[in-house]
Protein backbone atom coordinates (compact mmCIF):
# COMPACT_ATOMS: atom_id res chain seq x y z
CA UNK A 1 0.00 0.00 0.00
CA UNK A 2 2.77 2.16 0.86
CA UNK A 3 4.57 1.88 -2.62
CA UNK A 4 1.14 2.48 -4.30
CA UNK A 5 0.70 5.79 -2.39
CA UNK A 6 3.95 7.12 -3.21
CA UNK A 7 3.67 6.34 -6.89
CA UNK A 8 4.26 9.38 -9.19
CA UNK A 9 5.72 11.09 -6.08
CA UNK A 10 9.53 13.07 -6.57
CA UNK A 11 12.54 11.48 -5.66
CA UNK A 12 12.41 14.02 -2.71
CA UNK A 13 8.93 13.20 -1.79
CA UNK A 14 9.22 9.32 -1.53
CA UNK A 15 12.27 9.75 0.17
CA UNK A 16 10.80 12.26 2.74
CA UNK A 17 6.95 10.58 3.10
CA UNK A 18 9.36 6.97 3.19
CA UNK A 19 11.50 8.15 6.19
CA UNK A 20 8.59 9.58 8.11
CA UNK A 21 6.50 6.19 7.30
CA UNK A 22 9.76 3.95 8.66
CA UNK A 23 9.86 6.30 11.99
CA UNK A 24 6.05 6.35 12.88
CA UNK A 25 6.18 2.21 12.20
CA UNK A 26 8.83 2.31 14.72
CA UNK A 27 7.45 3.98 17.11
CA UNK A 28 3.99 2.23 16.76
CA UNK A 29 5.04 -1.78 15.14
CA UNK A 30 1.59 -2.71 14.64
CA UNK A 31 0.11 -3.23 11.02
CA UNK A 32 -1.39 -0.17 9.75
CA UNK A 33 -4.82 -1.63 9.95
CA UNK A 34 -5.04 -1.47 13.37
CA UNK A 35 -3.78 2.43 14.15
CA UNK A 36 -5.72 4.20 16.39
CA UNK A 37 -6.66 7.99 17.27
CA UNK A 38 -4.72 7.88 20.06
CA UNK A 39 -1.09 6.18 18.39
CA UNK A 40 -1.24 8.78 15.92
CA UNK A 41 -1.31 11.38 19.02
CA UNK A 42 1.30 9.25 20.86
CA UNK A 43 3.58 9.62 17.79
CA UNK A 44 2.79 13.47 17.81
CA UNK A 45 3.68 14.19 21.03
CA UNK A 46 7.08 12.25 20.64
CA UNK A 47 7.53 14.65 17.54
CA UNK A 48 7.84 17.75 20.55
CA UNK A 49 11.66 17.86 20.25
CA UNK A 50 11.11 18.75 16.25
CA UNK A 51 10.52 22.46 14.47
CA UNK A 52 6.42 23.00 14.10
CA UNK A 53 7.24 22.63 9.84
CA UNK A 54 9.17 19.45 10.32
CA UNK A 55 6.22 18.21 13.03
CA UNK A 56 3.57 19.05 10.25
CA UNK A 57 5.00 17.49 7.22
CA UNK A 58 5.68 14.39 9.27
CA UNK A 59 2.25 14.23 10.39
CA UNK A 60 0.54 15.56 7.03
CA UNK A 61 2.26 12.59 5.42
CA UNK A 62 1.17 10.05 7.65
CA UNK A 63 -2.42 11.71 7.60
CA UNK A 64 -2.72 11.36 3.58
CA UNK A 65 -1.07 7.66 3.69
CA UNK A 66 -3.91 6.88 5.97
CA UNK A 67 -6.74 9.11 3.92
CA UNK A 68 -5.61 6.77 0.57
CA UNK A 69 -5.26 3.52 2.69
CA UNK A 70 -8.62 4.14 3.48
CA UNK A 71 -10.00 5.43 0.27
CA UNK A 72 -8.67 2.00 -1.91
CA UNK A 73 -10.62 -0.08 0.72
CA UNK A 74 -7.09 -1.53 2.15
CA UNK A 75 -8.14 0.61 5.88
CA UNK A 76 -11.16 -0.02 7.15
CA UNK A 77 -11.61 3.82 8.84
CA UNK A 78 -9.32 7.00 7.99
CA UNK A 79 -8.05 7.35 11.89
CA UNK A 80 -5.88 10.22 10.82
CA UNK A 81 -9.04 12.31 9.77
CA UNK A 82 -9.24 14.16 13.00
CA UNK A 83 -5.88 14.38 13.97
CA UNK A 84 -4.77 18.11 14.79
CA UNK A 85 -1.71 18.95 12.93
CA UNK A 86 0.24 21.75 14.96
CA UNK A 87 0.45 25.53 13.49
CA UNK A 88 3.09 26.41 11.77
CA UNK A 89 4.46 29.93 11.61
CA UNK A 90 4.37 31.56 7.58
CA UNK A 91 8.07 32.44 7.30
CA UNK A 92 8.43 33.63 4.11
CA UNK A 93 9.51 36.60 4.52
CA UNK A 94 12.50 35.68 7.07
CA UNK A 95 13.55 33.76 4.01
CA UNK A 96 13.70 36.68 1.39
CA UNK A 97 17.00 38.01 0.58
CA UNK A 98 17.12 42.02 1.17
CA UNK A 99 18.11 43.66 -2.34
CA UNK A 100 21.20 44.69 -0.33
CA UNK A 101 22.46 41.44 0.32
CA UNK A 102 21.97 40.19 -2.87
CA UNK A 103 23.89 42.72 -4.48
CA UNK A 104 26.84 42.17 -1.82
CA UNK A 105 26.94 38.58 -3.30
CA UNK A 106 26.86 39.50 -6.52
CA UNK A 107 29.69 41.89 -6.26
CA UNK A 108 31.77 39.34 -4.40
CA UNK A 109 31.29 36.45 -6.66
CA UNK A 110 33.75 36.46 -9.00
CA UNK A 111 32.84 34.02 -11.97
CA UNK A 112 30.21 36.25 -14.05
CA UNK A 113 28.28 33.07 -15.21
CA UNK A 114 27.55 32.12 -11.43
CA UNK A 115 26.52 36.15 -10.91
CA UNK A 116 23.99 35.29 -13.68
CA UNK A 117 22.57 32.31 -11.73
CA UNK A 118 22.13 34.29 -8.57
CA UNK A 119 20.88 37.28 -10.23
CA UNK A 120 18.05 34.68 -11.56
CA UNK A 121 17.24 32.51 -8.56
CA UNK A 122 16.75 35.91 -7.31
CA UNK A 123 14.51 37.89 -9.71
CA UNK A 124 12.71 34.31 -10.70
CA UNK A 125 11.88 32.84 -7.89
CA UNK A 126 12.63 29.78 -9.10
CA UNK A 127 13.87 26.87 -6.64
CA UNK A 128 17.74 25.21 -7.17
CA UNK A 129 16.35 21.99 -8.84
CA UNK A 130 14.30 24.08 -11.11
CA UNK A 131 17.30 26.35 -12.19
CA UNK A 132 19.24 23.36 -12.62
CA UNK A 133 16.85 21.86 -15.14
CA UNK A 134 16.71 25.14 -17.31
CA UNK A 135 17.49 24.25 -20.65
CA UNK A 136 17.79 26.87 -23.97
CA UNK A 137 14.20 26.53 -25.03
CA UNK A 138 12.78 27.17 -21.51
CA UNK A 139 13.72 31.18 -22.35
CA UNK A 140 12.27 33.46 -24.45
CA UNK A 141 13.51 36.73 -25.28
CA UNK A 142 11.26 39.95 -25.03
CA UNK A 143 11.99 43.74 -25.95
CA UNK A 144 12.98 44.85 -22.47
CA UNK A 145 14.00 41.31 -20.73
CA UNK A 146 12.54 37.99 -21.14
CA UNK A 147 10.60 34.83 -19.93
CA UNK A 148 11.57 31.22 -18.19
CA UNK A 149 9.25 28.37 -18.57
CA UNK A 150 9.96 26.25 -15.79
CA UNK A 151 8.22 22.76 -15.53
CA UNK A 152 8.62 22.17 -11.40
CA UNK A 153 7.46 21.35 -8.30
CA UNK A 154 4.13 19.13 -7.86
CA UNK A 155 4.46 18.78 -11.96
CA UNK A 156 3.20 22.22 -12.55
CA UNK A 157 4.61 24.33 -15.07
CA UNK A 158 5.46 28.12 -14.17
Request: with cysteine.
Amino acid sequence: MIELWLHGRSEHTRRAYRADVDRFRRFIPKPLSQVTLADLQRFADSLAEREPASRSRCLSSLKSLLAFGHRIGYLPFDVGWVLRLPAVKNALAERILSEADLHRMLTLEPDGRNQVLLFLLYASGVRRGELAGLVWKNLQAAEQGGQITVFGKGGQTR
